[in-house]
């Protein structure tokens, strides 16, 4: 074998044992703590009750899996459907424009029982504000007896689409064409820095957001960074009617520091923050009344799932009592044992002379894979922002979950037991095929498919830890779709180094994605910080992966192989 050459199949040598038990003891591994984690997501948390009565206001926007666009029309039977639902847990909503058939709102809302607050959508384009203007004090005339305040722009000096003035400007126009409240709405930080605007309104509205904080507050400091924003800004403005104009927390998405989304992580953080409300007389709104999918693209995961409903309606958690992440948390479970029965007997029936040994890696191997379909399902269903992306999520989780399953098949003696299933370089295959030279199908054809599904893996895997590395913001942790793969992979080269560790004269493709991954993952690893056990646990796997796969042979090693 010239040194060019890449390693294709080779002996099982002396050490089947040795690989087999590390297979093995990687799957009881996984199948634990998958089973820690079904046990947490079903795990009863006793939570503080909401107020007795209905909670103040909420935003309300119908729930879309597009954005708004000019031609975007919400008929009034869909309004009148939705605030129906609203008004048996708010007494008010907030709007954030009057366009697209929301200027409907306050009229229904006057039958339904709720209050309003008027939002009017200000922008960078002036003839669009203008007409946003002109409609909404239309509505505010026509609909005066049930409009609150009239909210002009919202987080418009956050996007920086208009200058502090230009905003002014547009807030005392409206404010001297209405006897209505007038304010203008966006995060402490720019009314710290923009304390000019307080001149032109009749009142503040702050947002406070402990998620969405430069330094994120978790779920256990966040009433009392909401509470210390409020405080802070009672002291800048004194005698001023401070409004939390938005407040909340995300039920799903990437976490960030110790902020980590969750259900009951949503539901903790408004329990505790309306019975702090209510018994200090501060009036609120929540964000957001339901889940927007559209809005996934714009923030990532995260953005879709600060609603108190879900996208089709049904309320995510009630405000009294104690609380699960997941009421179908029992799933795990089941279908761990049932895969794990499913393959000890795909076992037995392909293989009737097997060893207890191999036998019971295919029950470890069913005892992982049961219960991570479904976290690989609902992770591609919740992160996908379009069909697009949810083919690349299942194509990955195909690719990854053959390439391990066929790997484990091997260890467990389901397919030959004289060669190991060694995945040739995707480089060596190439060239073979443009000699025209390739070797018969039954001697290296699992190696080829091998090699393939491999590469691909990498390509995927490459593209995630680049985007974590560059731009992690609105970007999730995709440990369910790797973690198999990776996993049976870094324990077949650890246990069989001779046979798997890799050289960069033999693969260099692979080397090189491989190498690119790990020292994307130090990276990401770096900058989220030692609080988030998601950037860790795939960190980590990604790094242990990648040092696997480089560490060099011995020159002995590498001549016995030659």
């Known amino acids: 074998m010239s040194q060019t050459e890449p390693i294709r199949t080779l002996p099982f040598g002396n050490r089947p044992v040795t690989r087999r038990n590390a297979l093995l003891i990687a799957c009881a591994a996984l199948a634990v703590l998958l089973q820690g984690f079904w046990w947490l997501q079903g795990r009863p948390v006793a939570l503080v009750d909401a107020p007795e009565g209905k909670l103040d206001c909420v935003s309300y926007t119908p729930p879309l899996e597009q954005p708004m666009t000019l031609t975007t029309a919400i008929e009034p039977a869909r309004i009148r459907s939705d605030l129906q639902l609203l008004a048996q847990r708010f007494g008010c909503v907030r709007i954030y424009s009057v366009n697209n058939g929301l200027a409907a709102v306050p009229g229904i809302a006057r039958e339904v029982g709720l209050r309003v607050l008027l939002g009017l959508w200000i922008g960078p384009d002036p003839v669009m504000n203008q007409r946003e203007i002109a409609r909404g004090l239309q509505v505010a005339a026509a609909d005066h007896d049930v409009i609150d305040a009239v909210i002009v722009g919202n987080e418009v000096l956050l996007r920086r689409e208009l200058t502090a003035d230009k905003l002014a400007a547009l807030v005392r126009q409206v404010n001297d064409a209405t006897d209505l409240p007038v304010t203008y709405a966006d995060v402490w930080d720019f009314w710290r820095t923009n304390p000019a605007m307080a001149e032109v309104t009749d009142f503040i509205t702050v947002h406070v957001l402990p998620y969405w904080e430069n330094n994120p507050t978790g779920i256990d400091g966040a009433l009392a960074e909401a509470a210390s924003m409020y405080g802070e800004a009672t002291v800048t403005f004194p005698g001023r009617r401070i409004f939390i104009g938005e407040t909340g927390w995300p039920s799903q998405g990437r976490q960030r520091e110790d902020a980590k989304p969750s259900t009951v992580g949503q539901a903790r953080f408004i329990r505790e923050f309306t019975r702090w ?22 923030e990532g995961t995260v953005g879709g799932y600060w609603g108190l409903y879900d996208k089709d309606g049904r309320a995510k958690f ?73 083919i690349l999520g299942g194509t990955t989780v195909v690719v990854g979950n053959v390439l391990a399953l066929w790997l484990l ?67 999730g942790f995709p440990l369910p779709l790797y973690v198999l793969p990776l996993t049976i992979i870094s324990a077949l080269a650890l246990s069989e180094p001779q046979a798997w560790r890799l050289r960069w004269r033999q693969m260099p493709e692979e080397a090189a994605l491989t190498l690119l991954c790990g020292v994307c993952a130090v990276v990401w690893a770096l900058r989220e910080g030692p609080l988030n056990p998601a950037s860790l646990a795939l960190s980590g796997l990604v790094a242990l992966f990648s040092l696997s796969q480089l560490i060099g042979r011995s020159s002995q090693s590498a001549r016995q192989h030659q």
């Open 409 to 475: 098949l091997v260890a467990a003696g389901l397919k030959t037991r004289q060669q190991a299933a060694i995945p040739d370089a995707i480089g060596q295959m190439l060239r073979d095929f443009n000699r025209h030279a390739l070797p018969p199908r039954a001697e290296q054809g699992h190696s080829r498919v091998l090699g393939l599904l491999r590469m691909a893996l990498l390509v995927g895997l490459t593209y995630v830890c680049l985007g974590l590395a560059l731009d992690a913001r609105y970007r």
């Open 277 to 298: 409300a209510h018994d200090n007389s501060i009036h609120y709104n929540l964000i957001e009344a339901f889940d927007q999918p559209w809005k996934r693209g714009q």
């Open 318 to 390: 009630p405000l009294q009592g104690p609380l699960q992440d997941d009421a179908m948390w029992h799933q795990g479970p089941i279908d761990a044992v049932l895969c794990a029965l499913l393959f000890t007997g795909l076992g037995l029936l392909l293989r009737r002379s097997a060893r207890s040994c191999d036998l019971l890696l295919m029950a470890a191997t069913g005892a992982v894979l049961g219960p991570l379909l479904p976290l690989q399902w609902h992770y591609i269903a919740d992160t996908s922002r379009n069909f697009q992306e949810a």
